[in-house]
Structures are given as C-alpha cells and as structure tokens.
C-alpha cells in the first residue's frame, strides 16, 4: 500500500512506496483494475509499454492473482521505445517483456516492429512457443 497519495486535480496521484515489491504489487492492481474496465467498456484492453523498470515492475502480473483474473486474450501490447537492436538482445525491451512477463501468461498482442509500417500478431503461451 502507498504510503501517502497526493492527489493533483490535473496530473494525477503521487503515490510513495516502501519497497518495490509493494510498488510492483501497487502497479499490477492498477493495470489489472484498468484492464477489467477497458474490456468492459470496449472489448479490449490497449497498453503500451517502454523499457527499462517498467517491464520487470510489471513481472508481478504473471503471478496470482493476476495470472488467473486478467483476460490475456483481450490485451494488445504496443512498444513505446523499442530499440534498434535484435529481438534476442540484452537491450531489447522485447526480451525484457518476453522473458519477464509475456512467456509466462497465455496473451494475443500486437507487437508494433521496427518499422511503422509492419506488425504481427503473436500468442506466447505459458511454455514460451511463440505461434505467428
């Protein structure tokens, strides 16, 4: 739980953990609530995901409860900042999400490529076989 929620009428809640698992647990409830009301209002739910922390802050959703309450297969995934690099390299945020989340649940994303002009879908299953 947060310690202190500071809320800014336009800008949102500040919200100041004591650890980082309370704030990646904090973080997946967040996604998780908004996740469940996007498929409810829409059908879907959209993210888009950066690099770095992010990603492994959000490894906590391929646990329970999450694991078993999220409905994976109405999530698509867009890559805010890919790198320029291959999709098997340390740097890759690819990788990151991969290894750290995406091979761990059963999900349909869209995976927005290199190029504006490509994408594919794919579904990681929880053995970590990508189907194209």
């Known amino acids: 739980m947060a310690l202190s929620g500071v809320v800014c009428k336009d800008r ?6 004591e ?3 309370e704030l990646s647990t904090d973080l997946a409830d967040y996604i998780a609530e908004l996740s469940e009301a996007s498929v409810k209002e829409r059908g879907v739910f959209s993210i888009a995901l950066s690099g770095g922390s992010l990603i492994g802050l959000m490894g906590k959703l391929s646990e329970a409860p999450y694991n078993r309450t999220v ?3 109405k999530w698509y995934i867009f ?5 320029v690099v291959a999709k098997n390299h340390t740097d890759s ?3 990151l999400a ?3 989340l995406l ?3 059963c999900i349909f994303f869209r995976l927005m490529m ?5 994408s594919i879908s794919i579904c990681f299953c929880n053995d970590g076989n990508a189907f194209v």
Not at 12 to 17: A, F, K, M, P, Y
Not at 79 to 83: I, L, N
Not at 114 to 118: F, G, I
């Open 71 to 73: 409905d994976w297969a």
């Open 98 to 100: 991969k290894d750290g």
């Open 114 to 118: 290199r190029s504006p002009l490509k």
């Open 79 to 83: 890559w805010a900042d890919e790198r």
């Open 12 to 17: 949102g809640e500040l919200r100041i953990h």
């Open 19 to 21: 650890s980082l698992d």
């Open 93 to 95: 945020n690819y990788k």
């Open 103 to 105: 091979s761990k649940v």
